[in-house]
């Protein structure tokens, strides 16, 4: 039987959440719940169920986008 959405996302978010917390690349507290919220909720909508592919993506992306922000304020 599978989790209900809601209950597989928040637990997918608090994983990535965790992971990122302790390696200290969180950044901004609330960049980062809005950031991955809208990554595992895309996924879950284009019908990815697996809790830990939905914390791993989100935390790499989340790399990535964090890399990439203070690429260009360093450009700026």
């Known amino acids: 039987m599978t989790e209900p ?10 994983i990535a959440w965790d992971y990122l917390e302790r390696s200290g690349e ?3 507290p609330e960049v980062a719940s809005r950031f991955l919220l809208d990554k595992v909720e895309t996924m879950v909508r284009r019908g990815e169920r697996r809790q830990l592919v939905l914390s791993n993506r989100a935390i790499d992306a989340y790399k990535r986008f964090r890399t990439e922000r203070a690429r260009l304020s ?3």
């Not at 959405?5 to 608090?14: A, C, D, F, V, Y």
């Open 5 to 14: 959405l809601p209950i597989l996302m928040e637990k997918s978010i608090l």
């Open 26 to 28: 969180l950044g901004e």
């Open 74 to 76: 360093l450009v700026s």
